[in-house]
């Protein structure tokens, strides 16, 4: 057989294994795993090298509306050509459905943004509105076209749905075969304990972190498990950040409530107290739920490593701390309310996990390779095309060099904000060479081919 690309030498890694074979790729897809292969376009010299499934990132925001006057950093150009230099080959931002707009039509408009992307995607549909034209018609029919996953929020007065709204949208998921992700916040908690800031003029970055307590999260998260378990629909818990949260997990899980839960990198190396950053730096460590303390980041390693967590999401969600001119959004610096929510960390959640959990010994390749890749894919109907290294699967493979040290700098990385909450975090391990279907992306520290990223259909190979 006469192979595209061989990828020769390498050690590969999946979610069960870890082995030494060459790869053999033809019309995007893997054709053959070890064994005699000589006849290629182009042979690639992996040795000292890992071959990893692609990277899938299930939880990104690309250009998605901010609220007035805010504009998220990152398109789908650059949040893919990001996403992409952090070794991902596929990733899954959220269809926002604004209020009193229709889903489908919003829908429609999100993937012509999408045209253009370099690494494959997938969408979530976000329900702020669950009327009946919505619940009735719109989300059925875009289930049954495959976006078989649905998300909701517990938090942002612009957005939340209450138990009610959540209710239903979840029998409407139930019944036509998607997933619920829900944000577990309780806005209620929250606003009274901001109002109590505001009162006290405490109105700067820090009191993000305080207003949104763990005992915040904890109840929205037995909450959102208490109204999947009544309507028997499979739930993801979205960015755990702490232990009493874990447990509400656990224990529903326990009583047989169908859960994948997930967790971001922010919540294994940032704290609240980065939020106290001089010269309102603390700004650049807003996100929801809000990066905690010591205590709760061992406690979210212990989910990574026990199997509670599935997935290892970036959460992604880019916005500017200055603007062109250097100016900094007034609204925020009058108040911690008023900054955007959200952090950038599409290229850098799988150095991050890789160094601090695998290179530190925390877990394995095969564990890194489910938590970053293979869960993804199966919790998102994408598996086995997506997410692993098997024949007839696509060919996305990050050959990853296990060896290299960098200090993450913000000037180095793809996306478009101005910062990285990550500046100056030293790792061990970063992507080299990304491969989409079989065609080189990312080569050499540029990017080597443009905007071959296309849906990938939900649902099966
Ligand atoms: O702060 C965050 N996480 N912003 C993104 C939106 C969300 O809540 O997932
Ligand atoms: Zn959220
Ligand atoms: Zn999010
Ligand atoms: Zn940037």
Same mark, same amino acid.
């Given at each position: !057989? ?17 082995f ?6 033809r %019309? ?8 005699? !292969?000589? %006849?290629a376009t182009r ?12 990277g899938?990132?299930?939880?990104v925001?690309i250009?998605q =509306?901010?609220?007035?006057?805010? $504009?998220?950093?990152?398109?789908f150009?650059s949040a893919?050509?990001?996403a992409?230099?952090?070794?991902n ?16 039509a919003?829908?429609?408009d999100?993937?012509?943004k999408a045209?253009? #992307?370099?690494? %494959? ?10 009327? =009946?034209?919505?619940? &009735?018609?719109?989300?059925? #029919?875009?289930?049954a ?8 929020f ?7 749905l ?7 949208t979840?029998? $409407?998921?139930r019944r ?13 908690v929250?606003?009274?304990l ?6 006290? &003029?405490?109105?700067a970055?820090r ?5 949104r *307590? ?16 009544v309507v028997?629909v499979?739930?993801v ?10 447990d509400?997990?656990?224990? #529903? ?7 994948? /839960?997930?967790?971001c *990198?922010?919540?294994? $190396? ?12 603390? /700004?650049?460590?807003?996100?929801? *739920?809000?990066?905690?303390d ?14 509670l967590?599935?997935?290892?999401s970036?959460?992604?969600c ?5 603007d062109?001119? &250097? ?21 850098t ?7 601090? &959990? $695998?290179?530190k010994g ?10 970053t890749?293979?869960?993804h894919?199966?919790?998102? %109907? !994408? ?11 696509d060919a ?5 060099? =296990? ?20 500046e100056g ?18 080569e050499?520290?540029?990017?080597? #081919? ?6 990938v259909?939900?649902?099966?190979s």
């Open positions: !057989m006469r192979y595209d690309l061989i990828i020769a030498n390498g050690t590969v890694a999946t979610a069960a294994d870890v030494k074979a060459d790869i053999g790729i %019309d995007g897809r893997i054709v053959q795993i070890g064994g005699e !292969m000589d %006849d042979v690639i010299d992996a040795t000292g090298r890992y071959v990893l499934p692609g899938i990132d299930s939880h925001h250009a =509306p901010s609220g007035p006057g805010i $504009v998220m950093a990152d398109d150009d893919t050509r990001a992409a230099f952090g070794g080959t596929t990733v899954m931002p959220f269809c926002l459905q604004e209020r009193g707009q229709s889903l489908a919003t829908f429609r999100y993937r012509e045209k253009g #992307a370099h690494v %494959d995607f997938g969408f979530h549909m976000i329900v702020t509105d669950p009327t =009946p034209q919505v619940l &009735g018609q719109e989300l059925p #029919a875009l289930i076209e495959g976006q078989r996953s649905v998300k909701v517990m938090t942002y007065e612009a957005m939340r209450d138990d009610a709204g959540i209710l239903a979840m029998e $409407v998921a036509h075969g998607a997933k619920v992700m829900v944000h577990c916040e309780n806005e209620d929250i606003a009274f901001a109002a109590r800031a505001a009162e006290a &003029g405490d109105i970055p009191a993000h972190a305080t207003t *307590p763990v005992a915040a999260e904890r109840e929205a998260t037995h909450r959102a498990l208490t109204l999947a378990e028997d499979p739930i818990i979205v960015h755990v950040s702490n232990g009493a949260a874990i509400e997990i656990a224990r #529903a899980r326990a009583r047989g409530v169908n859960i994948t /839960a997930e967790t *990198p922010q919540y294994l $190396v940032l704290q609240a107290d980065d939020l106290e950053r001089d010269n309102w730096e603390g /700004a650049k460590f807003v996100c929801s *739920p809000p990066p905690r010591m205590v709760e980041q061992q406690n979210c390693w212990r989910g990574i490593q026990t199997g967590f599935d997935l290892f970036s959460d992604h880019p916005f500017r701390y200055e062109d001119q &250097g100016k900094r959004n007034p609204a925020g610096l009058r108040s911690f309310r008023h900054i955007p929510n959200g952090i950038p960390g599409i290229e959640r799988l150095p991050i996990l890789f160094s601090e &959990g $695998v290179m925390r877990i394995d390749l095969t564990r890194f390779v489910a938590l890749s293979t869960n894919a199966r919790t998102y %109907d !994408m598996y086995p095309r997506k997410g692993t290294i098997a024949i007839g699967a996305d493979i990050t050959i990853w060099d =296990p060896q290299i040290r960098r200090t993450i700098r913000h000037a180095e990385l793809h996306d478009a904000a101005d910062y990285s909450p990550y975090f030293e790792v061990t391990g970063w992507p080299e060479t990304v491969i989409l279907r079989g065609i080189l992306i990312v050499g520290g540029t990017m080597t #081919a443009r905007a071959i990223g296309t849906e259909p939900r649902g099966g």
